[in-house]
């Protein structure tokens, strides 16, 4: 038997711009999202962390870091009538300014829904208000409600005001009505074209079938509106009750500084949670930065657990209405509950093949 020796096989050496290029094809993904990452790891991980290290230590702003104390912040903070009262003045002013910003968004985008003319003008007007800076809707706000502006003259001049100074700037509850109407104002067009999106995308085939059976546009927008646009609805209603619990900027400059030194009120009537913490670490109160942080903290919980509920509604809203096959038995060939779950061709085919099998 005759050897045949194999010719030697040639190693193709790979040049430098290749293994350049291979790399490049490897690499340039991740250097391409990689300046996300690296400013979020700065601007985001970096002061979270930070802020833990804060929070458990007994840190001045101007003596810096202190003794260990654990959670001895957190502590002080629920102890603190100051911080409750804060709380109930944040929920006072996002109900008072929430609920009506979620009907004049649902009214307004309802008007936008229909066949309007000039519709791109009227949706572009209704954002104005979300364009413009929110230290300028205080300042302007501030005034209308000052002593001088244009509503506290005409409701002295009705009497329904006796004292000469503004009210909405001594009562709690009209300082919150104040705040609110600050938050409707700039608020309500936004989500009036988020949910003017959701009801473009219902098949209009389901209010030619509603006028068919007789409804009226009451009882469209309740029965088929509403309905189709139930996991935008609670997405805007989620994401409102988070920037609700987040105002700082118009309970800041409400009154410009004036009456409560930009802390709230006199008798910090309308002190909010983020003003409360700024004004604990930053503000003219006390040099506590370790006990702001705390409250940053507990303001993160309640966050989570507000992220937890949009998770849990938003999973169950979305989830198809159709009910879910049941489970299976299992069948053995050739029985009548195969023959049941089967065609009428199919179950004349399947008993023809019983009756040949049982001959």
């Not at 009209?174 to 608020?187: D, E, N, P, T």
């Not at 009801?199 to 029965?223: C, H, I, K, N, W």
């Not at 009456?259 to 008798?267: I, L, P, R, S």
């Not at 506590?288 to 938003?314: D, E, H, K, P």
């Amino acid at each position: 038997m005759a050897l045949t020796s194999a010719a030697p096989r040639t190693v193709r050496r790979i040049g430098w711009g290749q293994r350049l290029s291979r790399w490049d094809v490897k690499l340039s993904p991740y250097l391409y999202i990689s300046p996300f990452f690296v400013l979020f790891a700065i601007f985001g991980v970096f002061p979270l962390l930070f802020n833990v290290v804060v929070a458990l230590h007994d840190w001045h702003r101007r003596a810096g870091m202190g003794d260990f104390v654990g959670l001895d912040n957190f502590a002080w903070v629920l102890q603190q009538p100051l911080f409750w009262r804060s709380l109930e003045n944040t929920i006072s002013i996002f109900l008072l300014g929430g609920i009506p910003q979620l009907v004049l968004a649902l009214l307004i985008a309802a008007i936008l829904d229909q066949n309007l003319r000039a519709r791109t003008f009227w949706r572009m007007s209704v954002l104005i208000p979300f364009v413009v800076m929110p230290v300028a809707t205080s300042m302007i706000f501030g005034q209308v409600f000052g002593q001088f502006g244009i509503l506290v003259p005409n409701l002295h001049a009705l009497g329904l005001f006796t004292d000469s100074s503004s009210p909405f700037f001594q009562d709690r509850f009209l300082s919150h009505i104040a705040i609110g109407s600050m938050v409707v104002f700039r608020w309500t067009g936004y989500n009036a074209l988020i949910l003017l999106a959701a009801m473009q995308a219902v098949p209009r085939e389901l209010y030619e079938a509603a006028t068919v059976d007789g409804a009226g546009r009451a009882r469209q927008f309740f029965s088929v509106t509403i309905p189709n646009i139930r996991p935008t609805l609670i997405f805007v209603i989620l994401t409102m009750t988070i920037g609700g619990l987040e105002i700082f900027d118009e309970a800041r400059l409400f009154d410009g500084g004036g009456t409560g030194g930009g802390q709230g009120g006199t008798d910090n009537q309308w002190t909010t949670v983020m003003l409360y913490l700024f004004n604990l670490g930053f503000g003219q109160w006390q040099d506590r930065l370790g006990q702001a942080a705390a409250v940053g903290w507990i303001f993160a919980f309640i966050i989570l657990l507000i992220s937890l509920v949009n998770f849990a509604l938003t999973r169950r809203i979305s989830s198809s209405d159709a009910p879910r096959p049941r489970g299976r038995r299992r069948r053995r060939s050739g029985t009548a509950a195969d023959v049941d779950t089967q065609s009428p061709v199919a179950r004349e085919v399947a008993g023809d093949a019983m009756e040949g099998t049982t001959l």
